[in-house]
C-alpha cells in the first residue's frame, strides 16, 4: 500500500506500510518524527493529526465520536482532518496522500 506524507517542512515521503498497522505507525517507523502520538494510538491525545488531502476510494473508516471530540479540541482542525492512528493500512488505501497537521 503506497501513502504519500508531507511533513510540516513541505517534505513528501512514499511510504510503503505493512497492512494492518494504523497510519500513525507508519508514519513513525518511517522515521519521520514529526508525530508525538503521545497516547500510542488509543484515541485520548490527538497528536497524531493529520489532514486528508486525497483519499483516492473514499475508503477511509468513519469518525467515531472520541475521534471528532478530540479533533474538536484542535485549532488547526478542518473537513479534511483525522486522527492517523485511527486509520488502519489497507490495501484500499492506496494512492493515499496526507499532510501532518501543525502542532497545537
Ligand atoms: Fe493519540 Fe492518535 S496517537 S489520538
Do not use: K, N, W, Y
Request: proline content about 6%; some cysteine.
Amino acid at each position: 500500500t503506497a501513502i504519500t506524507v508531507t511533513t510540516r517542512e513541505g517534505v513528501e515521503h512514499e511510504l510503503r506500510p505493512q497492512d494492518g498497522i494504523s497510519v500513525m505507525e507508519a508514519i513513525r517507523e518511517s522515521g519521520i518524527d514529526e508525530l508525538l502520538a503521545l497516547c500510542g494510538g488509543c484515541c485520548s491525545c490527538a497528536t497524531c493529526h493529520v489532514f486528508v488531502d486525497r483519499d483516492p476510494v473514499g475508503q477511509l473508516p468513519p469518525m467515531s465520536a472520541d475521534e471528532d471530540d478530540l479533533l474538536e479540541s484542535s485549532s488547526s482542525r478542518t473537513d479534511r482532518s483525522r486522527l492517523s492512528c485511527q486509520l488502519p493500512v489497507s490495501a484500499a488505501l492506496d494512492g493515499l496522500r496526507i499532510t501532518i497537521a501543525p502542532e497545537d
